[in-house]
């Protein structure tokens, strides 16, 4: 699989008829968790490990056949992760999925882009990546922005959960999608490794649990040796086991291990910061006595269990987010 992917319509299109069923717009914004440009206003991403506080992904815009990116982040910075307004809940993190932005201001800055209802998961143990309990969906009205970030190789207070474009490029994002787009544009936020898969002509994988399909955003790829693979915390977000939500142990030796509530284990890589597990090992440690099965060359697995069922989020709607409104009071030297 090639590590460099180049953003072509061709390739966007295929994606965002196979995520939403719809035709990609001619104009709109997006994001890619994940990756970064290989020089500012590049299409050509290259996959980057995701770090807390770090500018490790793209910020874009595409218009007919043309479009640029700069290197941002689409996770919020150490700073609000810790202290974030409503400790109880925790900072949220935007999910991949598209959504619609309007010009207006953030802070000092006449000229961003505003969401309007983004959805967000929110990290309420202050460790950066979303943990199996934290899968209540929050419904954001307003206040998830994208906008300018510091100058730093650091997001720090610059992010809540804002979409962030690192200068020294914001103003050019700003001035040529100001420019471009109507008042009102798709934001699209996507997975490297959806994009990653498409390149590489393998379909996407599709899990039912029980005759359930879980969402579709769900990062889930082909390894190299042909196994469908899921990060094991996104993957037990959707699930539960014994109708209570799932929670695991991790040992790093000998092996990247997960054990679970009932004991058993499911052994993994680490990449790009995240364990990563077979699917079909995960469901078979969750239940022994699963009937796990499918079809890989149509890319799907199936499983039924009488112990382990597939969850719909709980969605929760907030109006704002009040730490994302605060102005910066520390500015990133």
Request: proline fraction near 7%; charge should be negative; aromatic fraction near 8%.
């Amino acid at each position: 699989m090639s590590t460099q992917i180049t953003l072509t319509r061709a390739l966007l299109s295929q994606l965002y008829d196979h995520l939403f069923g719809e035709t990609l717009p001619d104009k709109f914004l997006f994001g890619v968790r994940g990756a970064v440009p290989v020089s500012a206003g590049s299409l050509t991403i290259t996959p980057q490990a995701q770090n807390l506080d770090a500018y490790d992904d793209t910020i874009g815009y595409m218009v007919g056949e043309n479009g640029h990116a700069y290197i941002g982040s689409v996770d919020p910075g150490r700073y609000y992760t810790i202290h974030p307004e409503n400790s109880a809940l925790g900072c949220a993190h935007v999910i991949e999925g598209h959504y619609t932005f309007v010009k207006g201001s953030h802070k000092k800055e006449p000229h961003a882009w505003k969401g309007q209802n983004v959805h967000c998961w929110r990290d309420k143990n202050k460790n950066g990546v979303q943990d199996p309990a934290e899968k209540t969906v929050y419904v954001v009205t307003v206040s998830i922005d994208l906008h300018y970030g510091g100058v730093s190789n650091t997001v720090g207070e610059y992010s809540a959960g804002c979409q962030v474009v690192k200068q020294p490029n914001w103003d050019t994002y700003r001035d040529n999608t100001y420019s471009l787009f109507p008042n009102e544009a798709t934001y699209w936020l996507i997975n490297i490794n959806s994009l990653l898969q498409l390149q590489a002509q393998k379909p996407l994988p599709t899990v039912f649990i029980n005759g359930v399909a879980l969402p579709k955003d769900t990062p889930m790829w082909f390894s190299e040796e042909g196994r469908i693979v899921s990060p094991a915390r996104s993957f037990l977000a959707h699930l539960v086991l014994d109708n209570a939500p799932i929670t695991f142990t991790y040992s790093a030796t000998p092996t990247p291990t997960i054990t679970l509530p009932n004991g058993g284990t499911a052994t993994g890589k680490l990449v790009n910061g995240q364990l990563v597990c077979a699917v079909g090992d995960m469901l078979r440690a969750l239940d022994p006595s699963a009937n796990v099965g499918g079809n890989i060359e149509k890319a799907v697995v199936t499983a039924t269990s009488s112990h382990f069922s597939a969850v719909a989020p709980i969605t929760q709607q907030l109006a704002t987010l009040p730490e994302a409104e605060d102005e910066t009071p520390i500015p990133n030297p």
